[in-house]
Structure formats: structure tokens, C-alpha cells
T-cell receptor, first 115, second 113 residues
Framework: AQSVTQLDSHVSVSEGTPVLLRCNYS??????LFWYVQHPNKGLQLLLK??????LVKGINGFEAEFKKSETSFHLTKPSAHMSDAAEYFC?????????????FGQGTTLQVKP | DAMVIQNPRYQVTQFGKPVTLSCSQT?????MYWYQQKSSQAPKLLFH???????NEADTPDNFQSRRPNTSFCFLDIRSPGLGDAAMYLC????????????FGPGTRLTVT
């Protein structure tokens, strides 16, 4: 069975400082991992994805994540936070397409950005 | 632009009054999903379609039904909404032959009075 654990339910940073949102995964397959962002009353937007290519994945809006198999981690980072980054972030692993292709969500991390 | 569209964005219904939420997509994806998301929680999968093949999650209440008349459209019917059904409802799609990311619509916020 696959699972995802987001280690922080709430992260607060000042504008212009680095962002780190932590995610650990468990998977019996070679995983496909994603970070989605959700702004209030909006749908989920894909930030970036890892699908067994490069371990350092670059996404939109300056975000990136590094897949570390030895640590079973897929942490999301950004060098400099912007006020518009304040949102809910979900780390997600997908069931292989040969199974159900379902997404397994972490519980989410709320990112607060202070002026 | 190809996309996933949900209508309406906000829906208010009365306790016990049937309501239908709609989702359409221009991506021509075979697989469509319906999620329920309550405040401060992750989305919870209700059911999904592989083409016309319907797959219900084991813990989805019977009160929730779905229809997919064609590739582009999918409907969520709540037969007798309760106060506990107030939530954001998200539709998502993906191509059948490619796992991984799903493409989400903007969601419908359902209020039950």
C-alpha cells in the first residue's frame, strides 16, 4: 500500500525567506509523486511531478522538489517566498496506472507568508 | 485552452432537496474522478469512471450517485443532501494510458441550508 505523510500541518515564513514543506512517502512500487497547490475556494493546481526521471524536479512559480529514495522523501522548496504563495499544499503519490491510478493525498500543509 | 470546467461554482440547496453538480472536459481524457473536500481536509475520492466503467469507493454513501453520458460530461447527483454534505466537490480527469497527474476543475462549493 502507498501512503504519504506531510510532516507539518502549518508553516509560517516571512516574505523573501526560503520555504521548505516536508513530505515522506511509502510505496511498494517506483512511485510517481506530485505537489499540488490549492488557493482558497479554488481547485488543485499541479506544481511539479516526479516520474522516475531526474531526481531534482523544477516546477512552476520557482518551486522545486528533490526525490530522495534513501530517505523516502520528496520535500518542496522555494528560495524566496512571495505573498501569493500563501495556500494549502498537498504532497501526493499515485497508484500505478496498471492498478487504479488513484491519487493518495497527504493531509496538507498550510503555508502562511508574513509581510 | 483545454480544461476541466465545473458548474456552478457555488451551489446552495436545502436539506433533503436533490442537487446535481456538473463537470465537463475538453481534454478528451478517458478517466474522470469526483472528490469531496471538507474544510481543512485533503480531497476524498467518491468514485471514478474508466470510460463508462463506473467504480464506486467502498465508503461512498448511497446518497451519492454519478452519471457519465459521454466522454466530455460527468454529473454528481446528491439525492437527499444532509448538512454533512456541505463541502467543495472537485472533478478531475486523466488519460487512460498514462498514470500520474490528474487535471482538476475549479470545484463547486456546496452549501446545505
Amino acid at each position: 500500500a502507498q501512503s504519504v505523510t506531510q510532516l507539518d500541518s502549518h508553516v509560517s515564513v516571512s516574505e523573501g525567506t526560503p520555504v521548505l514543506l516536508r513530505c515522506n512517502y511509502s510505496s511498494s512500487y517506483s512511485p510517481s509523486l506530485f505537489w499540488y497547490v490549492q488557493h482558497p475556494n479554488k481547485g488543485l493546481q499541479l506544481l511539479l511531478k516526479y516520474t522516475s526521471a531526474a531526481t531534482l524536479v523544477k516546477g512552476i512559480n520557482g518551486f522545486e522538489a528533490e526525490f530522495k529514495k534513501s530517505e523516502t522523501s520528496f520535500h518542496l522548496t522555494k528560495p524566496s517566498a512571495h505573498m501569493s504563495d500563501a495556500a494549502e499544499y498537498f504532497c501526493v503519490v499515485s497508484d500505478p496506472p496498471g492498478n487504479t491510478g488513484k491519487l493518495i493525498f497527504g493531509q496538507g500543509t498550510t503555508l502562511q507568508v508574513k509581510p | 485552452d483545454a480544461m476541466v470546467i465545473q458548474n456552478p461554482r457555488y451551489q446552495v440547496t436545502q436539506f433533503g432537496k436533490p442537487v446535481t453538480l456538473s463537470c465537463s472536459q475538453t481534454l478528451n481524457h478517458n478517466v474522470m474522478y469526483w472528490y469531496q473536500q471538507k474544510s481543512s481536509q485533503a480531497p476524498k475520492l467518491l468514485f471514478h469512471y474508466y470510460d463508462k466503467d463506473f467504480n464506486n469507493e467502498a465508503d461512498t454513501p448511497d446518497n451519492f450517485q454519478s452519471r457519465r453520458p459521454n466522454t466530455s460530461f460527468c454529473f454528481l447527483d446528491i439525492r437527499s443532501p444532509g448538512l454533512g454534505d456541505a463541502a467543495m466537490y472537485l472533478c478531475a480527469t486523466r488519460p487512460l494510458d498514462r498514470g500520474g497527474e490528474q487535471y482538476f476543475g475549479p470545484g463547486t462549493r456546496l452549501t446545505v441550508t
